[in-house]
C-alpha cells in the first residue's frame, strides 16, 4: 500500500447542520482522522439538488453521468460525483423521516443512479452509515440505504453503521459513540485491504 492518505466524504441529509446526525457523524469523521484518513463533510442542505428524473424509465442509455449534472440538471450534483469518484470511502449521514432517510439524502441517492448505470463507477468502494431519530426506524433507514448502494458496488464493513434513537443529545449515547468509532475504525481497515489491489467486483 502507498504512502498516499486514505480519503472519505461524509454526505449530512440533515437539514440541521448541527444537530444529532452531524455530532455522531463527527465522531466516525474525528475517528477517520485520528489513522491518517483524509476527510471531507459534504452538508446536502447547503446546495440542494433537483429531484431525479427517471431518464432511465425511458432508455437506460439515457441515464449517464453527464446528462445528469448537465442542462436542466446542472446543479451541485457535478461536483458530488466528482467527490464520490475520487474518494476511497463515503459515510452516509441521516435522521430518520418516516421510517427512512430524509428526503435530501433519498434525492441524493437517486441522482447517484447515472454512475451505477455508466459502468458501475463506484465499483469497490467502502460505505458506512449514520442514523439518528427519536423513534424507531434506524435498521429500515440502513436497509433501505444499503440496498441500492450495494446494486451501485458499495462494500460494507463489519458493523457498517451507528445509530442512535431518542437522545436528545447524541454525546450522552455511550454505545452510539463506541459504534461511531468503531465504523470509523473498519471503514479504513477495509479501505486499505482494498486498496492494495486493484479489485473489479462487477467483471468476470
Given at each position: 500500500?502507498?504512502?498516499?492518505?486514505?480519503?472519505?466524504?461524509?454526505?449530512?441529509?440533515?437539514?440541521?447542520?448541527?444537530?444529532?446526525?452531524?455530532?455522531?457523524?463527527s465522531?466516525?469523521?474525528?475517528?477517520?482522522r485520528?489513522?491518517?484518513?483524509?476527510?471531507?463533510?459534504?452538508?446536502?442542505?447547503?446546495?440542494?439538488?433537483?429531484?431525479c428524473?427517471?431518464?432511465?424509465s425511458?432508455?437506460?442509455?439515457?441515464?449517464?453521468?453527464?446528462?445528469?449534472?448537465?442542462?436542466?440538471?446542472?446543479?451541485?450534483?457535478?461536483?458530488?460525483?466528482?467527490?464520490l469518484?475520487?474518494?476511497?470511502?463515503?459515510?452516509?449521514?441521516?435522521?430518520v423521516?418516516?421510517?427512512?432517510?430524509?428526503?435530501?439524502?433519498?434525492?441524493?441517492?437517486?441522482?447517484?443512479?447515472?454512475?451505477?448505470?455508466?459502468g458501475?463507477?463506484?465499483?469497490?468502494?467502502?460505505a458506512?452509515?449514520?442514523?439518528?431519530?427519536?423513534?424507531?426506524?434506524?435498521?429500515?433507514?440502513?436497509?433501505?440505504?444499503?440496498?441500492p448502494l450495494?446494486?451501485?458496488?458499495?462494500?460494507?464493513?463489519?458493523?457498517?453503521?451507528?445509530?442512535?434513537?431518542?437522545?436528545?443529545?447524541?454525546?450522552?449515547?455511550?454505545?452510539?459513540?463506541?459504534?461511531?468509532?468503531?465504523?470509523?475504525?473498519?471503514?479504513?481497515?477495509?479501505?486499505?485491504?482494498?486498496?492494495?489491489?486493484?479489485?473489479?467486483?462487477?467483471?468476470?
Amino acid at each position: 500500500m502507498s504512502d498516499e492518505k486514505l480519503k472519505f466524504v461524509a454526505f449530512n441529509g440533515s437539514p440541521r447542520k448541527e444537530g444529532r446526525t452531524a455530532g455522531l457523524l463527527s465522531v466516525v469523521l474525528e475517528e477517520l482522522r485520528g489513522l491518517g484518513a483524509e476527510t471531507r463533510l459534504i452538508h446536502l442542505v447547503d446546495n440542494p439538488i433537483r429531484p431525479c428524473l427517471g431518464c432511465f424509465s425511458n432508455s437506460p442509455e439515457e441515464c449517464e453521468p453527464r446528462r445528469c449534472t448537465e442542462g436542466e440538471l446542472e446543479d451541485a450534483m457535478k461536483g458530488y460525483h466528482q467527490l464520490l469518484l475520487y474518494s476511497d470511502g463515503v459515510i452516509f449521514a441521516t435522521p430518520v423521516m418516516w421510517f427512512g432517510p430524509s428526503g435530501l439524502m433519498k434525492n441524493f441517492i437517486d441522482r447517484m443512479t447515472s454512475l451505477e448505470n455508466a459502468g458501475k463507477l463506484l465499483d469497490g468502494r467502502v460505505a458506512g452509515f449514520v442514523v439518528t431519530g427519536d423513534e424507531d426506524g434506524a435498521m429500515q433507514t440502513v436497509m433501505q440505504l444499503m440496498g441500492p448502494l450495494s446494486e451501485m458496488g458499495f462494500l460494507f464493513p463489519p458493523y457498517p453503521f451507528a445509530t442512535s434513537l431518542g437522545f436528545k443529545n447524541v454525546m450522552e449515547d455511550r454505545e452510539a459513540l463506541e459504534f461511531a468509532r468503531r465504523l470509523g475504525r473498519n471503514l479504513y481497515r477495509l479501505a486499505g485491504i482494498l486498496k492494495k489491489k486493484d479489485f473489479n467486483w462487477w467483471g468476470m
